[in-house]
């Protein structure tokens, strides 16, 4: 009789295991299948749409600009060199200094030039006295031979000894003028008005021939020297207006385009463009050698446009994501000119109406078919900054 308790309990315990392993398994699977129902839901649900979220492509009228920059430059500078070679005495100016055109900035010793020139003087002295004796001795043979007292040879012999002793003068008197030149490049004078730049030299240095000894600029006709590609240069021409920024200062510089290099940079095939900056009294004084960055207006183009962040490029074509029926469609699209609207980057496109909803570039890629549904708010103006009347 004892026997078939122990088998009871057995089937007991296995009873209760298979219920808790029932419930365990039941409980799973709700949860699972409530998992399943909220994915459906949110798979379902609309992705709401904020006010920023939803641009419209709207035909605007863009202001055609080629980007710029390069240093700031004096038209006018000066290199004050060395003429001849010497010690430097009288340099005092310095960095800042004011000059005048033709101001006496400085000195090579003169001792060696002085002593060149009386050297030189003496030989032409000498050389004009050897003149004179070769005159009388011509006019003496001249009045022998109209009395006959002498041949016409001796005439002719003293009228070439005559021409030779003024030739040898004439040549100390070219060797005098060389040798007061001399003297007078001992005095070194700036050739323009302006500022010294750098001062390359110091008072007491021997300076050998075209040595450099100060730069001097004149900052009162500045332009920017900048270079471009081969495409911008074509859009490029003399007469162009520009705006030019300098970092810090945010009131911007009215500058024009003056020239523009024929000739392309043979390493970088770029091309050098020269603005003239318009000085503004009120404005920050530029210096040469300032970093300036801006754009050159080039004309105006009415296109349909859209901000330059809506087109996205992770695709092999560029395309938007436009709203379609309440949902993402990839449209692919072809971008042309680009220009700046009240501070932002738009782009002229082409493949899609006028009108069409598109998502902005803040939200980033979604897939295509994603069902979305603009709020009260996110409705898109009918007219925007910088589009067309």
């Known amino acids: 009789m004892k026997r078939w308790i122990p088998r009871l309990l057995a089937?007991?315990?296995?009873?209760?295991?298979?219920?808790?392993?029932?419930?365990?398994?039941?409980a799973r699977q709700a949860q699972q299948q409530a998992l399943a129902a909220q994915s459906r839901q949110k798979?379902?649900?609309?992705?709401?749409l904020g006010a920023a979220d939803l641009l419209t492509v709207q035909r605007r009228r863009l202001v055609l600009t080629v980007p710029v920059s390069g240093s700031v430059r004096a038209v006018?500078?000066?290199l004050v060199k060395a003429r001849v070679a010497g010690e430097l005495q009288g340099l005092v100016l310095r960095e800042g200094d004011s000059v005048r055109a033709g101001q006496e900035i400085g000195r090579i010793d003169p001792t060696e030039a002085r002593a060149r020139l009386r050297q030189a003087q003496q030989q032409a002295d000498a050389a004009r006295s050897q003149v004179d004796i070769g005159q009388r001795q011509y006019d003496n043979n001249r009045a022998l031979v109209d009395q006959g007292f002498i041949s016409a040879t001796a005439l002719v012999t003293s009228q070439a000894?005559?021409?030779g002793a003024q030739s040898t003068y004439q040549a100390a008197q070219a060797a005098t003028d060389l040798a007061r030149k001399a003297l007078e490049d001992t005095v070194l004078r700036s050739p323009i008005s302006g500022q010294v730049a750098q001062r390359l030299a110091q008072a007491g240095e021997r300076l050998a021939i075209d040595a450099r000894v100060l730069e001097v600029v004149d900052l009162s006709r500045l332009e920017l020297e900048a270079l471009v590609s081969p495409a911008e240069a074509l859009a490029l021409q003399p007469g162009q207006s520009a705006e030019l920024r300098l970092e810090a200062v945010p009131q911007p510089m009215a500058a024009k385009v003056v020239r523009i290099n024929p000739s392309a940079q043979a390493a970088s095939r770029q091309v050098s463009v020269?603005?003239?900056?318009?000085q503004d009294p009120a404005a920050p004084r530029l210096r040469q050698g300032?970093?300036?960055q801006g754009s050159v207006h080039i004309g105006q183009l009415d296109a349909l446009a859209l901000p330059l962040d809506a087109v996205r490029t992770d695709q092999p074509t560029p395309y938007v994501q436009a709203v379609v029926k309440g949902r993402v469609v990839h449209q692919t699209v072809q971008t042309g000119a680009r220009a700046q609207v009240e501070g932002q980057t738009f782009v002229a496109l082409e493949g899609l109406p006028e009108g069409t909803p598109v998502l902005a570039g803040r939200l980033g890629p979604l897939r295509a078919g994603l069902a979305v549904r603009p709020t009260a708010a996110a409705a898109p103006p009918a007219t925007a900054p910088g589009s067309a009347p």
């Not at 089937?11 to 039941?26: E, G, K």
């Not at 798979?43 to 709401?48: F, G, I, K, R, S």
């Open 11 to 26: 089937a007991l315990v296995l009873l209760v295991l298979a219920a808790f392993v029932w419930r365990a398994l039941a």
């Open 43 to 48: 798979a379902e649900a609309p992705l709401e």
């Open 76 to 78: 006018d500078t000066a």
């Open 161 to 163: 000894s005559l021409a």
């Open 274 to 278: 020269y603005l003239a900056i318009a």
């Open 290 to 292: 300032l970093f300036l």
